[in-house]
């Protein structure tokens, strides 16, 4: 897969094309661009997923707290992974988002893209302030010239697979729910700054990180993760929420590996979230805290046996 800004795309060749903005890459996402591939293979045309950065509720409503799934960073390391030929940027900009739906077509997808073929969601809406849906899609492909095909909604045991949901899921900490609907582990990426070395003076160490602020955050409590370090998989325990033992008043991340002793400051890492351990919760003593923290390794070496067992 190549990733370009669509200012970079010189390609004449026609395409099959499927856009949206594909926060989370989730299972429904994924049945979308098989169709891309499949209708690529069949009709021998360029695939291309075309996207936009910033996501377009952060520039059309000034959200400050808009969560994400995914960052744009992310996004882009997932889709790594799929068979798409094209991985296509839009910047999207109050210029760009008055662009009306025929302009957006003709403009975008027909001249800069040589689009032949559309994949379209279910609940497909476009141009200025996503007025025009399947119907005008169909309209403009007549005169236009080009295919459409439209992917209904993937459900997983009779619900619907959206990125709501899911947010919905990582915010109150249901990440076995969430993976599912995902098709793969949640990832928070950040940078790891310096913390207060709490950690290390009762044995367990902490890389404390630093998410995108647009970045969604799992709810307070105890996690069990993977990362990998140089093609290794690395596992640890991560707590999110405010320190209570230590009545700290913001809120951090702080990941624990095990059998792990590279120094990560400043490092941007990625973990992958396999499944919550407990909630957060205040001990009377730092003593309390280390016992606990000592049984949720326990935990997570059980849970790291079994994964084992069934790979």
């Not at 399947?134 to 697979?161: C, H, P």
């Not at 793969?184 to 070395?197: K, N």
């Not at 990998?228 to 929420?241: A, S, V």
């Not at 979230?273 to 935990?299: C, G, H, P």
Request: glycine share 6%; hydrophobic share 35%.
């Amino acid at each position: 897969m190549i990733s370009l800004n669509i200012q970079n795309y010189c390609e004449t060749t026609p395409s099959v094309v499927s856009v949206g903005t594909f926060d989370g890459f989730h299972l429904g996402h994924q049945k979308l661009i098989e169709k891309v591939i499949s209708i690529s293979k069949t009709k021998n045309l360029t695939s291309i997923i075309l996207t936009f950065n910033p996501h377009p509720r952060i520039v059309l409503n000034n959200e400050k707290d808009v969560k994400l799934l995914t960052t744009y960073e992310e996004k882009n390391k997932i889709f790594a992974s799929s068979n798409i030929d094209y991985l296509i940027t839009q910047d999207f900009n109050k210029s760009f988002s008055k662009l009306s739906a025929l302009e957006f077509v003709r403009d975008v997808l027909i001249k800069k893209l040589n689009v032949k073929h559309i994949v379209i969601g279910y609940d497909h809406h476009f141009g200025k302030n996503r007025d025009a849906n399947a119907s005008q899609l169909f309209e403009f492909s007549q005169d236009l010239g080009f295919d459409i095909t439209e992917v209904g909604a993937f459900q997983m045991n009779k619900v619907s697979v959206s990125s709501t949901k899911i947010r919905n899921l990582i915010h109150d900490g249901k990440i076995n729910q969430a993976n599912k609907l995902l098709g793969y582990q949640f990832i928070l990426t950040g940078q790891v700054i310096s913390g207060l070395g709490r950690g290390k003076n009762i044995g367990f160490p902490t890389a404390n990180i630093l998410i995108d602020s647009h970045k969604i955050k799992p709810g307070n409590g105890v996690y069990f993760i993977r990362s990998i370090f140089n093609g290794y998989d690395i596992y640890g325990m991560m707590n999110i929420g405010s320190n209570p033992t230590f009545n700290d008043k913001d809120d951090s991340i702080e990941i624990h590996f095990f059998d792990f002793e590279q120094n990560l400051y400043e490092r941007q890492i990625t973990v992958s979230l396999i499944k919550k351990i407990r909630d957060e919760k205040k001990f009377k003593s730092v003593d309390n805290l280390s016992a606990q923290l000592q049984l949720d390794k326990k935990k997570c070496f059980e849970l790291i046996t079994n994964l084992k067992k069934t790979n």
